[in-house]
């Protein structure tokens, strides 16, 4: 019998389909892109490789064409001006592809460091403050306003974020049993 198809994907291929996707998509981009038919071979390679590299030059150095060659076509066309002005804010798209993939890589890094008892304590130190940083914990002991402990709800460190609070449970009698 034949497997369903199905979206699910195993941890270990996840990055290698989303590496495909976004490939399809950049290529569906460009052939989209107004005037794109009308764009010459090299225009067009510069095109797809300009959000790769970001840099107008080393696009340029890539092709082995001159420095000056973008900056001649786009006052020459305004159309591919415009293209290229698009292409530049696929960067941003890739770049966050590129830092969810080594985002993982981190973490386990950043675990290593924390396990291992041979590390620099000023390094463990900086670990320790990262981690905080990232889930939005202020670890500063700056006192906040009026300098009184608060001993109903005591926190270790103070969250950045807005504490989630509880609903207030109240207590019923019923049947001369207390609940709640």
């Not at 979206?7 to 989303?18: G, I, Q």
């Not at 300009?50 to 006052?75: A, F, M, V």
Request: proline share 7%.
């Amino acid at each position: 019998m034949a497997r369903k198809p199905t979206e699910y994907a195993h941890p270990a291929l996840s990055p290698m389909t989303l590496r495909a996707e976004f490939l399809e998509g950049d290529s569906a981009m460009l052939r989209n892109m107004p005037g794109y038919d009308g764009f010459t071979d090299m225009e067009k390679q510069v095109l797809a490789l300009y959000p790769y590299y970001n840099s107008r030059s080393e696009t340029c150095k890539k092709l082995g064409i001159g420095q000056s060659w973008i900056h001649d076509h786009e006052k020459a066309s305004p159309m591919f001006k415009e293209a290229m002005t698009q292409r530049g804010t696929v960067t941003d798209v890739i770049f966050s592809h590129l830092m969810r993939d080594l985002l993982g890589k981190t973490y386990l890094r950043l675990n290593e460091m924390l396990d291992n008892p041979e590390i620099d304590p000023k390094a463990l130190i900086k670990v320790i403050e990262h981690i905080h940083k990232v889930t939005k914990i202020d670890t500063s002991m700056e006192p906040q306003g009026n300098n009184f402990i608060n001993t109903q709800n005591v926190i270790m460190f103070r969250s950045t974020e807005p504490p989630a609070v509880a609903p207030r449970v109240t207590a019923q009698v019923i049947d001369g049993v207390v609940n709640g």
